[in-house]
């Protein structure tokens, strides 16, 4: 009995890289979505290792979701605050010329 306990092996346990990636990349990108540039390159990131880590990462399924849903509503809000920016700059440009 305890040769056959002390020959079974468990695969190592591998960490789900990617979707904790992600996870980290889209909480960055929904954080700094109000800045235009910054919070739409975090939220590209965190959706495409989100992407990528549930197709390769079945064990962080949860993280890579909670990752591309964060990512994605700091891509909506990134893009709204690029959108006015680039109105208000617009908008000042006729605002000051003669």
């Given amino acids: 009995m305890t040769d ?11 960490t789900p890289l990617l979707s904790i990636l992600s996870l980290v990349s889209g909480v960055l990108g929904f954080l700094t979505g109000f800045v235009p540039v910054l919070g739409l390159a975090f939220s590209v990131v965190g959706l495409v290792l989100s992407i990528k880590g549930r197709a390769k990462e079945p064990q962080g399924n949860v993280l890579a979701i909670i990752g591309m849903t964060l990512a994605v509503i700091g891509l909506i809000a990134g893009t709204i605050v690029l959108l006015v920016t680039i109105l208000a700059i617009a908008n000042g440009a006729k605002l000051t010329s003669p």
């Fill in 4 to 14: 056959y306990i002390s020959t079974q092996h468990r695969a190592p346990a591998t």
